[in-house]
């Protein structure tokens, strides 16, 4: 990877889930030789690797807490990112997981950067539905694929197709929209069991699913009845999954059409 010192870049990286074992060398790469490195990571091992990379990095923990509504706080970060755009510095966005996947500030700023002209994009990472993938030993291909963030799933009466695989994504924090709420979430869990059973049987199998955050660590795999969702403990890194219970049935005519039968 080559820098051009002539010019200004905004380069967004996700860190993967599994700490260092997930990052890749390009990413790696724009983290040592960018002018500045900016961060917002949880894991205190990883914020210490990130600093010893390069001299000049900040976390931007304090502009995540700055607001106790997340939407707010999530517009001054990428406020922040695009300043030091601005300023003609070569800018590395270092995010947690993949940088778009539930993290706004990095997405946002890359399309507002290359509206505005400037060379700015985002490389790929391993996320945390990729590790879902590889340790239920799922193709999401065989019978397709939902995926919901729970709050958006429960609050839009999302529709869904019981035939094929399900990932509820943040389920510890149904309606919750700030740091600070004092919303019941267990009134969130209860009213998306009650949505779940309009597709689902309460004996259902379901998953509680935590990726493993370091190298030789077993990821979380809790598996229960539908029925039990309210007594499980959740954490903020908790995804549900939930099976196909469903056949599909073909379509006699289209088949026809295609000469597959």
């Known amino acids: 990877m080559q820098i051009n010192p002539n010019t200004s870049s905004l380069v967004v990286v ?3 889930i599994k700490f260092f074992a997930h990052l890749t060398t390009e990413t790696i790469a724009y983290i040592q030789q960018s002018d500045i490195v900016l961060y917002l990571v949880n894991d205190p091992v990883l914020k210490s690797w990130i600093q010893k990379q390069n001299q000049n990095t900040e976390s931007l923990d304090f502009l995540y807490r700055s607001c106790s509504h ?3 706080a999530y517009q001054r970060i990428t406020n922040y990112v695009l300043e030091h755009l601005y300023q003609m510095k070569h800018v590395c966005f270092a995010l947690y997981g993949h940088p778009s996947v539930f993290s706004k500030p990095g ?11 400037y060379f700015a994009k985002i490389l790929p990472a391993i996320s945390a539905e990729a590790c879902l993938f ?3 030993l ?5 019978l397709g694929c939902q995926s919901f963030e729970a709050s958006d799933f429960l609050i839009h009466q999302r529709q869904l197709d019981a035939s094929s695989h399900l990932i509820l994504w943040q389920i510890d924090a149904v309606g919750i929209i700030d740091h600070e709420s004092t919303n019941n979430k267990k009134m969130g869990i209860l009213l998306l069991l009650d949505y779940l059973q309009h ?3 309460p004996i259902d199998e379901i998953i509680i699913y935590e990726a493993a955050q370091y190298p030789g660590l077993d990821p979380r795999i809790t598996r229960t009845q539908l029925q039990y969702l309210p007594d499980i403990q959740l954490s903020t890194i908790s995804t549900l999954y939930i099976p196909p219970v469903k056949k599909t049935h ?6 026809s059409a295609l000469g597959l039968m």
């Open 14 to 16: 996700g860190c993967g």
């Open 134 to 136: 590889a340790d239920l």
């Open 107 to 117: 997405l946002e700023a890359v399309k507002q950067a290359q509206k505005k002209g």
């Open 138 to 142: 799922i193709d999401p291909g065989s």
């Open 250 to 255: 073909c379509n006699e005519a289209i088949l």
């Open 70 to 72: 997340r939407a707010e």
């Open 199 to 201: 597709f689902y049987k």
